[in-house]
């Protein structure tokens, strides 16, 4: 028999999902002892063990993610836009879509150098390992208060300027989901290079339950990611007013691409190209399945 509480380290739930916090590792496995209670998971506290977890975990989802993604099917609309935009800004790119679809974005943008921001957490660590696995250079901040997030973004746009591509899940790290932080406008102000919105989906996924309804796509499943075909520009020094105005832009933008991604997959004889896709006006949120309730007893 299990005994009611058992202590997991943490590489198990790394091999799972590399990109979610250990909160959300918990939600996505679901362990239950011979009682039907949940199994609390173990979190490392010393450094070394951080240390060794996040080295051993970024080697695991290497190996998981490829080996899943190599079972999906993948189509890709409007790519195009990022090497236009790379011969037009010395190889600098710009890239926003939403948090919750962090994991393929991680393995679509792979091996390019480039900048991509991650919460400055204990849990970041497992995640800017794994970043470096896939070749990124992973700024640490968030956008809270006393979090460095102010010191991340002077690093992001620092690696912008040196010539790297980059990207912001731009409702992370905490949400509200689907609503843009100002950081990457004033992150395109400040570098000149416009944003370029996109988004992705896959039937089926799991979704879970955390604040953003993370994505990961079922083995064998269907993905669909599609590139807005114009760039946002932002003026190099946008009044305040300026900004919510680009921020609720960007948030139309995406949620436009979301709506296409989420209802591409079971419609292709219809619509080939899923930026054919007509979009209700106003322009509807993405999906957002209402979180589960934890089990108590």
Same mark, same amino acid.
Request: charged share 25%; glycine share 8%; hydrophobic share 40%.
């Given at each position: 028999?299990?005994?009611?509480?058992?202590?997991?380290?943490?590489?198990?739930?790394?091999?799972?999902?590399?990109?979610?916090?250990? $909160?959300?590792?918990? #939600?996505?496995?679901? =362990?239950? @002892? /011979?009682?039907?209670?949940?199994?609390?998971?173990?979190? !490392?506290?010393?450094?070394?063990?951080?240390?060794?977890?996040?080295?051993?975990?970024?080697?695991?989802?290497? *190996?998981?993610?490829?080996?899943? +993604?190599?079972?999906? &099917? =993948?189509?890709?609309?409007?790519?195009?836009?990022? /090497?236009?935009?790379?011969?037009?800004?010395?190889?600098?790119?710009?890239?926003?879509?939403?948090?919750?679809?962090?994991?393929?974005?991680?393995?679509?943008?792979?091996?390019?150098?480039?900048?991509?921001?991650?919460?400055?957490?204990?849990? %970041?660590?497992?995640?800017?390992?794994?970043?470096?696995?896939?070749?990124?250079?992973?700024? &640490?901040?968030?956008?809270?208060?006393?979090?460095?997030?102010?010191?991340?973004?002077? #690093? +992001?746009?620092?690696?912008?300027?040196?010539?790297?591509?980059?990207? =912001?899940?731009?409702? %992370?790290?905490?949400?509200?989901?689907?609503?843009?932080?100002?950081?990457?406008? *004033? *992150?395109?102000?400040?570098?000149?290079?416009?944003?370029?919105?996109?988004?992705?989906?896959?039937? !089926?996924?799991? &979704?879970? @339950?955390?604040?953003?309804?993370?994505?990961?796509?079922?083995?064998?499943?269907?993905?669909?990611?599609?590139?807005?075909?114009?760039?946002?520009?932002?003026?190099? $020094?946008?009044?305040? /007013?300026?900004?919510?105005?680009?921020?609720?832009?960007?948030?139309?933008?995406?949620?436009?691409?979301?709506?296409?991604?989420?209802?591409?997959?079971?419609? /292709?004889?219809? +619509?080939?190209?899923?930026?054919?896709?007509?979009?209700?006006?106003? =322009?509807?949120?993405?999906?957002?399945?209402?979180?589960?309730?934890?089990?108590?007893?």
């Amino acid at each position: 028999m299990l005994p009611t509480r058992i202590k997991l380290f943490v590489f198990i739930p790394a091999l799972v999902y590399g990109p979610l916090s250990f $909160d959300m590792a918990k #939600e996505f496995l679901m =362990i239950k @002892n /011979e009682y039907g209670r949940r199994v609390k998971l173990y979190r !490392p506290k010393h450094p070394l063990q951080i240390r060794i977890v996040s080295f051993l975990g970024s080697y695991a989802i290497w *190996a998981a993610m490829h080996l899943l +993604f190599l079972t999906c &099917r =993948i189509r890709v609309f409007g790519a195009e836009i990022l /090497e236009d935009s790379k011969r037009a800004h010395s190889g600098r790119m710009l890239g926003a879509s939403w948090h919750r679809g962090l994991l393929f974005t991680v393995f679509y943008f792979r091996n390019l150098g480039a900048a991509l921001m991650t919460s400055r957490s204990k849990d %970041g660590e497992l995640l800017t390992a794994m970043l470096k696995r896939f070749g990124y250079t992973p700024p &640490r901040g968030s956008s809270g208060k006393d979090k460095g997030g102010k010191q991340a973004l002077e #690093e +992001f746009v620092g690696l912008i300027q040196a010539g790297k591509p980059a990207g =912001i899940a731009t409702d %992370g790290p905490n949400g509200p989901p689907y609503i843009s932080k100002f950081g990457v406008i *004033a *992150a395109a102000a400040r570098t000149g290079i416009p944003i370029i919105p996109f988004s992705w989906s896959a039937q !089926p996924c799991f &979704r879970i @339950n955390s604040w953003d309804r993370t994505m990961i796509p079922k083995p064998f499943s269907r993905i669909v990611m599609i590139f807005d075909c114009h760039a946002l520009e932002v003026p190099a $020094d946008p009044s305040q /007013e300026q900004m919510e105005g680009l921020r609720r832009e960007l948030d139309d933008r995406i949620n436009y691409l979301t709506y296409q991604a989420d209802h591409y997959c079971g419609r /292709e004889d219809q +619509f080939p190209d899923p930026r054919n896709i007509p979009v209700p006006s106003p =322009i509807p949120p993405p999906e957002h399945p209402a979180k589960k309730s934890r089990r108590t007893g």
